[in-house]
């Protein structure tokens, strides 16, 4: 049996555990918890009171960096077009394979065309009887000319002779109508390419029957060389790139795998659309690229940087620039080796450097690396200087 005197002095015990063990986790939480969001500074450790970060820093100079817009466009053909019969019948003959790429005016698929042939002969058959015919009549008409001079016919007979020829007259227009509406039904079984592109995988086999009305058609041929991408870019950029295209209305457009990537395609700018989506706030440029190779395919996502020109400012390596809910900051360094959360507004950038509007001045000095650790007021210590930011390799 338990003794019940025993009972307090196990629970003060495991009373006192318990707080110890709490107060072990609310020192690390203090030593190893992340600032709040009032403060835009970094995570991580804090350090003890007096002990300097390491970091690197670099002084705000000025400079010329490109003015470059970016964006996610879409690949798109600059023609598409759904190769269809215009006219019903069993198909004969296919005369691509899948995915080929064709000129303009390569024979496509031929639909059996012995039922147009005859309709041309029975058109030209019409024709030769009613030519004749008119022949005829004004064998007929010359006659009666003749006759009607030397008073030996009625005025009325001459009549009737001449109406008779401009009623064959008009026969014969009809007639070549037939022949040539034939010829050109005869002509829609030869089916070609209207421009050149390439192919995709066809939709019918020979020997199906095909129509006119058939929506899927037999296949779809798209233009690729060249192509082009449309993109959108916000209002607000709008005003730079109409002055930068007054300018130069081609101005350059390249194209990204991926932010950073090696560049895919470089081509220019072609068309500025004529409004402004008011769902999404954007305007919806086009570029155009020569694919020579054929690398981009319609449909295809890619990053698009477009180049506004040069730009003269302030200007800062692009990491040094922070993001937080209060907007953009960067971390300034004091005589005293202290460093101070200072809001900014940014400009333009070309991927390594960024313009700087405001919140900074010539010979600021700004932290580069190690801002992960810092505070407000905290303490550093300069390890390495990084390269001067004009120096640096603009990316391609």
Not at 6 to 30: H, K, S
Not at 67 to 76: E, P
Not at 91 to 110: I, M, N, P, W
Not at 367 to 382: A, Y
Request: hydrophobic share 40%; with cysteine; net charge neutral.
């Amino acid at each position: 049996m338990i003794n019940s005197k025993t009972q307090p002095v196990g629970g003060r015990r495991r009373l006192w555990v318990w707080a110890a063990l709490c107060a072990g986790i609310a020192l690390v939480l203090w030593l190893f918890w992340p600032q709040g969001a009032d403060q835009p500074a970094g995570r991580g450790f804090r350090g003890g009171p007096g002990q300097a970060t390491p970091v690197s820093v670099i002084a705000v100079e000025t400079g010329r960096i490109d003015r470059t817009l970016r964006a996610l466009g879409t690949v798109s053909a600059p023609a598409t077009v759904t190769i269809r019969s215009r006219v019903d019948g069993p198909l004969e003959s296919l005369h691509f394979t899948d995915g080929q790429s064709v000129a303009s005016g390569d024979l496509l698929a031929v639909i059996d065309p012995r039922p147009f042939q005859i309709q041309l002969q029975q058109a030209q058959g019409q024709q030769v009887q009613h030519a004749a015919q008119l022949d005829n009549a004004r064998r007929d008409l010359a006659r009666y000319e003749q006759l009607f001079k030397q008073d030996s016919v009625a005025r009325q007979q001459l009549d009737t002779a001449r109406a008779q020829v401009r009623e064959l007259q008009g026969q014969a227009r009809i007639d070549q109508a037939a022949v040539d509406n034939a010829q050109l039904q005869l002509s829609y079984t030869r089916i070609t390419a209207p421009m050149a592109g390439r192919l995709g995988l066809r939709k019918v086999d020979v020997g199906n029957m095909v129509h006119a009305s058939d929506t899927e058609g037999l296949v779809v041929l798209t233009q690729n060389r060249p192509i082009d991408v449309v993109f959108a870019i916000p209002q607000t950029r709008l005003p730079a790139l109409l002055a930068a295209r007054r300018a130069d209305a081609g101005l350059q457009t390249q194209l990204l795998g991926q932010a950073g990537g090696p560049v895919l395609a470089t081509g220019k700018l072609i068309a500025v659309d004529n409004q402004i989506d008011v769902a999404t706030g954007t305007v919806q440029l086009k570029a155009r690229f020569d694919n020579a190779d054929e690398s981009l395919f319609p449909n295809q996502f890619a990053q698009v940087r477009l180049r506004l020109g040069l730009e003269s400012g302030l200007v800062l390596p692009l990491r040094a620039v922070q993001r937080g809910s209060a907007g953009e900051y960067v971390y300034r360094v004091d005589a005293e080796r202290k460093a101070h959360v200072v809001s900014v507004v940014t400009g333009v950038d070309d991927g390594n450097q960024v313009v700087i509007e405001s919140g900074l001045q010539l010979g600021d000095s700004v932290v580069v690396e190690g801002t992960d650790r810092l505070r407000e007021g905290s303490l550093i210590e300069v390890v390495a200087q990084p390269a001067d930011a004009a120096a640096q390799e603009p990316a391609s």
